[in-house]
Structures are given as structure tokens and as C-alpha cells.
């Protein structure tokens, strides 16, 4: 079955210091791969994505993720986080759409961000 | 901006009241999603209509029907729910032939008495 584990549920960082949040994720074809951000009392916006080829995918607001098939990770990374980054973070992965397009979230990292 | 809007944002119902909670998007999606997401748990997938009809509905209890009237309209009709029922609800749209991509709605927070 797929499954998507984020292994930390709460991460502190200082404004202006480096970030990575983690993911693991368990498909047993190559996956499409997502990080979804969620700022308090909104819906979730989407970073980035991943379905193929190059596996350093860029994102917006200055966010990438690495693909890494050996690990079955997609770690979410920001050289230096900003105030406003403070949010929960979600990583998915996906079926196609053909088979429902369905989204399977991990539980989320709320990221805070010290000044 | 996502292009997906909820009404209500924010709903406060007693436990036999009826309500209705609407999702609406232009964007020429044809599949529609709700989805629960409770304090502290993972987002939980309600139900899935693609092309106006239901496809996936995940065991959610009777007091929650859901109404797909065409592709750009999505309702979830409320009745008798519980405390426990109180939680973000938020409604996403993805176009055919998306590899998973979903756009989100903000959401409307319910508050069951």
C-alpha cells in the first residue's frame, strides 16, 4: 500500500539558517511527488513537484526537493528560511489520474521559525 | 489564489441543525475532492467525484452527503453531526489527465456544539 512518512512533527529553526524536512514515501511504481504548504486557517498551496527526470526539482519561494529512489526520499531543503516560512508542510505522493489521481498525504511538519 | 472558493469560511451548528458547506472552481476541472483534516491528524480523504459522478466515498458516516450538480459545483450537506465532527474542511479540484496535482480551496472551519 502507499504510505507517506514525514518523521518530524515539529521543527524549530532560526531565521536566516538553512532547512530541510523529511520525507519517506513506500509506491511500488515511480512515484509523482508533492510538497504542499499550509499557512494557519488557509488550504494548502502547492511548493513543488516532482514526476520525472531531473531529480533537484525547484519550487517556489525559494524551496527545492531531491528525489532520491535508492532512499525512497524526497526531502524538502531552503538555504535560509524566512519568518514567513513558518507553516505546516505537507509531502504526498500520488496515484495517476487514470487510477484516481488520489493523494496520499503524510501527517505534516509544522515549521517554526525563530528570530 | 488557487481558483477554488469555499463558502462558508467559518460555520458554528448546533448537532441537529442542517447546513451545507459549497465548493465552487471555473478552472474547467472535472474532478472534485473533500477532504477532513482534524487537529493533529492527517489530512482524511472524504470523496472523490470525477465528471459529476461519485467515485470514492472513504466509510464516511451518513450524516455527511455530499452533491456534485455539475463540474463546477461541489456541496457537502451537514446534518446531525457530532463535536467530534468539527475540524477544516477543504474542498480541491484537479483537471483530467493531472498526474495528482490538486488545487485547494481555503477551507471552512466547522464548529460542531
Known amino acids: 500500500a502507499q504510505s507517506v512518512t514525514q518523521p518530524d512533527i515539529h521543527i524549530t529553526v532560526s531565521e536566516g539558517a538553512s532547512l530541510e524536512l523529511r520525507c519517506n514515501y513506500s509506491?511500488?511504481?515511480?512515484?509523482?511527488l508533492f510538497w504542499y504548504v499550509q499557512s494557519p486557517g488557509q488550504g494548502l498551496q502547492l511548493l513543488l513537484k516532482?514526476?520525472?527526470?531531473?531529480?533537484l526539482v525547484q519550487g517556489i519561494k525559494g524551496f527545492e526537493a531531491e528525489f532520491k529512489r535508492s532512499q525512497s526520499s524526497f526531502n524538502l531543503r531552503k538555504p535560509s528560511v524566512h519568518w514567513s516560512d513558518a507553516a505546516e508542510y505537507f509531502c504526498a505522493v500520488s496515484r495517476p489520474y487514470n487510477q484516481g489521481g488520489k493523494l496520499i498525504f503524510g501527517q505534516g511538519t509544522e515549521l517554526s521559525v525563530k528570530p | 489564489e488557487t481558483g477554488v472558493t469555499q463558502t462558508p469560511r467559518h460555520l458554528v451548528m448546533g448537532m441537529t441543525n442542517k447546513k451545507s458547506l459549497k465548493c465552487e472552481q471555473h478552472l474547467g476541472h472535472n474532478a472534485m475532492y473533500w477532504y477532513k483534516q482534524s487537529a493533529k491528524k492527517p489530512l482524511e480523504l472524504m470523496f472523490v467525484y470525477s465528471l459529476e459522478e461519485r467515485v470514492e466515498n472513504n466509510s464516511v458516516p451518513s450524516r455527511f452527503s455530499p452533491e456534485c450538480p455539475n463540474s463546477s459545483h461541489l456541496f457537502l450537506h451537514l446534518h446531525t453531526l457530532q463535536p467530534e465532527d468539527s475540524a477544516l474542511y477543504l474542498c480541491?479540484?484537479?483537471?483530467?489527465?493531472?498526474?495528482?496535482?490538486?488545487?485547494f480551496g481555503p477551507g471552512t472551519r466547522l464548529t460542531v456544539l
Open positions: 509506491y511500488g511504481a515511480t512515484p509523482y
Open positions: 480541491a479540484s484537479t483537471p483530467k489527465g493531472a498526474r495528482g496535482e490538486q488545487f
Open positions: 516532482y514526476f520525472s527526470g531531473d531529480t
